[in-house]
Every structure is written in C-alpha cells, then in structure tokens.
C-alpha cells in the first residue's frame, strides 16, 4: 500500500472514532433529565368521568438543548393501574431549565372504584400515593433516546401550597 492510502485509512478511522466519541457524549447529555410532579387537579367529575391534571415538570440537567418528542406513560394509585398517558407535544428545554407539561388523567370512577378495592371510601384520598412508569423520548442532533420515568407522590404532597417537586 502507498503511504498516501495508509494516511487515508487512518484519518478517517480517526473521524469516525470522534464522531462516535461525540455521539457518546451527546447521549450522556440528553440522559441527564430529572422529572417531577407537582399541582393536583380536579377539572371535571361526573359520575361517569372524573379528569384530573398534573403537571409534569422536565428539568434540563444537561448543556444542551433538548426536545420531548413523546411522553408515554402508566398511572397507578396505591400500585393499581389507573390510565394510560400519552402525549406526543414537543416540549422544548433550554439547557440547565426547566419546562412544565400538563397531564391529563381521565377516569371512570365505578371502574376505578370497583377495580381498587374502593381505595378512595377506604381512606383518605390525600394519602393515595400516585406513582407514574414509562419513558419520554428525547430527540436530538438526529437521535431518538427513550428515557425512562418513575415518579412517585401522595396526593397529599402534590397538593401542598409549599410542595417542591422532586428535581
């Protein structure tokens, strides 16, 4: 081989070495994402139906800017499956920022009632302990990086006047 081909070969080894070095980074980056959960909501209550909302708060740990793509998912009242969340709003976050999203839970309260155990007639409903599992995805420079959600808060602490949420 000539000493030009092998120059060659080498440089380019070389770029695509730190153009996955880069990406490796970039991804470390966009994990650094901390979720909370803040503001207890009743919006509507029927017999039939009862909406609540929350509000998700995503914080940018990282040094880049960053877009929620999707948000998806499960909520559960004392480790019982309540509602499927599913929202497909592009969030975006300025780095070390934070930005709020509202989730809607719609339920239908004989179902839930029935399915729980009556949770809500056997104790106070301030105690129910709301949990959330599931992932956003997060995009970036072209990548698509699911990261994974796991909240957990009484109804008691997520209606507090004083209530931090957890990043």
Same mark, same amino acid.
Request: glycine share 4%.
């Given at each position: 081989?000539?000493?030009?081909? =092998? ?9 695509? #070495?730190?153009? #996955? ?27 039939? =139906?009862?909406?609540? #909302? ?23 009242? =004392? ?62 420079? #072209? ?25």
């Amino acid at each position: 081989m000539s000493k030009s081909k =092998n120059i060659l070969i080498v440089s380019a080894i070389s770029v695509l #070495g730190a153009v #996955g070095i880069y990406l490796y980074a970039q991804y470390n980056y966009i994990k650094k994402i901390c979720f909370g959960v803040k503001g207890f909501k009743i919006k509507n209550a029927s017999p039939s =139906n009862v909406s609540i #909302g929350l509000d998700l708060e995503i914080k940018n740990l990282g040094n880049l800017d960053i877009a929620i793509s999707k948000i998806r998912m499960s909520a559960f009242a =004392n480790n019982r499956f309540v509602a499927d969340i599913d929202s497909s709003d592009l969030v975006n976050i300025k780095p070390k920022s934070s930005s709020f999203t509202n989730i809607n839970i719609a339920l239908n309260p004989k179902q839930f009632l029935s399915d729980s155990a009556n949770i809500l007639s056997s104790m106070n409903y301030k105690n129910i302990k709301l949990s959330f599992k599931g992932y956003v995805v997060v995009k970036k420079i #072209g990548l698509s990086i699911r990261v994974p959600v796991d909240l957990s808060s009484s109804i008691s602490e997520l209606i507090s006047e004083d209530s931090e949420s957890s990043c």
